[in-house]
Nanobody, 123 residues
Framework: QVQLVESGGDSVQTGGSLRLSCAAS????????MAWFRQAPGKEREMVAC???????YYEDSVKGRFTISRDSAKNTLYLQMNNLKPEDTAMYYC?????????????????WGQGTQVTVSS
C-alpha cells in the first residue's frame, strides 16, 4: 500500500520560510517522478515543482528562485523548501508520485497523492 504523508504546513508572515516534507512508503521516491502541487480556494490545482528520476527539477514560474525541491533517498522523503513566502502562496500543498508519463507536468501524470498540508501566508 502506497502512502504519501505531508507535513510542515503552517501560518507564516510575508517573507517567511517553511519546509514541507512528504514521507513515502510503498514506493521509492528516487525511482518515481515526485512533485508538489498546490490548490487555493476557487482555483485549479497547479504544479509547483517536480523532481524527475534523472534529478532534473522543474519549477512553476512564480516560485523560481524562492522554492527548492529535493529528495532524501535514505529517508525516502521529498521536501519543498519555501523561502520569501508571499500571500499568493497560500494554498493546500500536495505531494504526488508518478511513473514519468508524458503528462508529468500535469496532475494527470501522477497516480499517488498525499492528503495535503495547509500553507497560509499573511501580509
Amino acid at each position: 500500500q502506497v502512502q504519501l504523508v505531508e507535513s510542515g504546513g503552517d501560518s507564516v508572515q510575508t517573507g517567511g520560510s517553511l519546509r514541507l516534507s512528504c514521507a513515502a512508503s510503498g514506493i521509492t521516491v528516487s525511482t518515481h517522478y515526485m512533485a508538489w502541487f498546490r490548490q487555493a480556494p476557487g482555483k485549479e490545482r497547479e504544479m509547483v515543482a517536480c523532481i524527475r528520476t534523472d534529478g532534473f527539477t522543474y519549477y512553476e514560474d512564480s516560485v523560481k528562485g524562492r522554492f527548492t525541491i529535493s529528495r532524501d533517498s535514505a529517508k525516502n522523503t521529498l521536501y519543498l523548501q519555501m523561502n520569501n513566502l508571499k500571500p499568493e502562496d497560500t494554498a493546500m500543498y500536495y505531494c504526488a508520485a508518478g511513473r514519468g508519463l508524458r503528462t508529468w507536468l500535469s496532475s494527470s501524470g501522477y497516480m499517488y497523492w498525499g492528503q495535503g498540508t495547509q500553507v497560509t501566508v499573511s501580509s
